[in-house]
């Protein structure tokens, strides 16, 4: 019998988040799509990997949370992991990149944001696809494109993005939109911000093109898997995981340590 386990952990911001662990011996897997921004809810996930679980490992889930958990349990974790880490929303000690959400900010308080930032401190700017086109042309003739690592998500239209990405040639990164745009006719792709618990895989990278792993809010044992892809798929990229410094309970008795710019495990 393969057990698993619901649960449901406290988030920095009150906000709560569930999952469920599944176990097959000494493995472990994270089954927790993000509200929002999964296809599928929790409680369908639930659902297809108490089913499925006790015919682990000769079952293809459906489901991509699902899926991305269970291709944990093919991988243990490793005893010791380094990965560098991108922090979120706020400049930390020791962390040399931040990503700034700035999909819901005028472009006054993004430039306000931009500039308190240290010229030390690399700089990603999130914008869930949220800005108009002109909003964009407006902040990027503010700022040399140098000073960022790249724009994330910058555009909803296809056609928007195309344009943006030949008039400016500024480094562009793809996050939602990977499953539904043809990526590698970008001609400023700068990088895919890969969230597996969400696509359920790893989509393919162009040559050239910088795979970084993004967490969404996993508990401690999805975040020990995501860094292991991450030194497994590009060791020397600064990868997204500090949504796991908004976790407060974690289900691991032991945590990883997230501070000065690296998640560092050694159990
Ligand atoms: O849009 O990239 C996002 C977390 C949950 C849901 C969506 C997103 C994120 C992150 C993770 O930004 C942190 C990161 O990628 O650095
Ligand atoms: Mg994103």
Redesign the pocket.
């Known amino acids: 019998m393969n057990p698993c386990h619901e649960y449901k952990i406290l988030l920095r911001n009150g906000q709560m988040r569930e999952g469920l662990i599944v176990q097959v011996g000494d493995r472990f897997g994270d089954v927790c799509p ?1 509200p ?2 999964s296809r599928e809810t929790f409680a369908e996930s639930a659902e297809e990997a108490k089913r499925l679980l006790p015919q682990f490992p000769h079952v293809k889930p459906r489901l991509p949370s699902v899926q991305f958990a269970f291709d944990c349990l093919r991988h243990p974790i490793p005893d010791k992991m380094v990965v560098n880490v ?1 922090a ?1 929303n706020e400049v930390k000690p020791g962390f040399s990149c931040v ?1 700034l ?1 700035v999909g819901n900010l005028s472009l006054e308080e993004t430039v306000r944001r931009i500039e308190q930032v240290p010229q030390t401190v690399r700089l ?1 700017l ?1 914008f ?1 696809r949220q800005w108009p086109l002109e909003k964009l042309f407006e902040l990027t003739q503010l700022f040399p494109k140098k000073r960022f690592d790249y724009l ?2 910058p555009t909803r239209l296809w056609s928007d993005l195309l344009l943006f990405s030949t008039k400016t040639n500024f480094p562009i990164a793809l ?2 939109s990977i499953p539904e745009f043809p990526y590698d006719e970008l001609p400023s792709l700068e990088a895919l ?1 890969v ?1 597996p618990t ?1 696509l359920g895989g790893i989509p393919k990278c162009p040559d050239g093109v910088r795979l ?1 792993f ?4 996993e508990s401690g044992f999805g975040i020990l898997h995501l860094a292991r892809l991450s030194l497994e798929h590009a060791p020397h990229e600064v ?5 796991y410094s908004q976790v407060q309970n974690d289900v691991l008795k032991q945590r990883p340590e997230l501070s000065a710019g690296k998640l560092t495990w050694t159990h």
């Open positions: 993000l929002g921004f991108c979120l990503k959400k990603r999130d869930n994330e998500e996050d939602e911000v969230k969400i970084v993004s967490s969404a809010y990868h997204g995981l500090d949504t």
